[in-house]
């Protein structure tokens, strides 16, 4: 068996077009969705990530507004940043680049962020949201993995899904997004008893842990649909999922690669939750 692939890629540009049809249609009316990113030090990897999401605003039409600090910025100051974003009428989403130097609580910063400009889906009122299943700007990556999966034509209703992985960004948020699909969750963690067993159970595996090419065929029931959030880079440089899509291709039905799986999705569901902030906040939905 040769599984299908589900190109994030081709996905993610679909969903842009139609982002930028309806920038478009905005602009009509004198709207344009502004994005701010907040870049505190010199990370590598979040500097790319800043690069392609203020790459992805010019491209569709959005105002944008990069950030970068020093990694000796005090937290007040990040703060104060914060709250000047909130207070400004161009600017509908927020987005200050995790992780943050360690002398900054990561946790006040979100906390700072305007619910209504929160197009991370962290803050602690749209997490509510989202458990209690009201509408709110859901995280970025959960929401693409749900996208990637109905866009595949796979329908979620009354499937068994195993979430591998119980992180705030990913893990949980894609268990309650899945529930609302009406899908039969299990979520497997480090301390997880027979995860083998439990995986191949799963009609929908969605791996979201951070170890290179970990769950290998003996995790995946015959045709299951596999999804690998995991971007792990590897000492020659090359970039691998948490899946060994080598090995997973040959007993799953559709799967994911890595890159151009998940990865491109990210982004493009931070601009759709930028879109959905600005029409909100001028009375357009």
Do not use: W
């Amino acid at each position: 068996m040769s599984a299908t692939i589900i190109s994030g890629k081709q996905v993610s540009e679909e969903i842009r077009g139609s982002i930028a049809g309806e920038v478009k249609e905005l602009a009509a009316k004198g709207v344009v969705p502004g994005l701010a990113v907040v870049l505190v030090g010199e990370d590598p990897a979040s500097q790319v990530y800043v690069r392609n999401k203020e790459k992805a605003c010019h491209d569709l039409g959005f105002y944008s507004e990069v950030h970068r600090l020093p990694a000796e910025t005090s937290q007040e100051e990040l703060l104060s940043l914060v709250d000047k974003l909130n207070r400004q009428d161009s600017i509908n989403g927020i987005l200050v680049q995790l992780p943050l130097p360690g002398h900054i609580d990561e946790k006040a910063v979100i906390n700072t962020i305007t619910v209504d400009k929160d197009v991370d889906g962290f803050h602690p009122v749209n997490v509510g949201n989202l458990v209690i299943g009201d509408d709110s700007l859901l995280p970025c990556t959960p929401a693409g993995v749900i996208e990637l999966i109905k866009r595949a034509g796979i329908s979620l209703s009354g499937k068994h899904a195993v979430v591998i992985g119980r992180s705030n960004i990913v893990g949980k948020p894609v268990s309650l997004l899945l529930q609302r699909e009406n899908a039969t969750v299990t979520m497997c963690h480090s301390r997880t008893a027979n995860m083998p067993e439990i995986a191949r159970q799963a009609d929908v595996l969605v791996v979201a842990i951070g170890r290179a090419n970990f769950i290998d065929a003996s995790y995946v029931k015959p045709g299951a649909v596999v999804i690998d959030v995991g971007m792990n880079r590897l000492e020659n440089g090359k970039l691998a999922g948490d899946v060994d899509f080598e090995s997973v291709k040959e007993v799953s039905g559709p799967i994911t690669p890595v890159p151009g799986g998940v990865g491109p999705m990210t982004i493009t569901m931070l601009m759709k939750n930028t879109l959905i902030a600005a029409k909100r906040h001028h009375g357009l939905v």
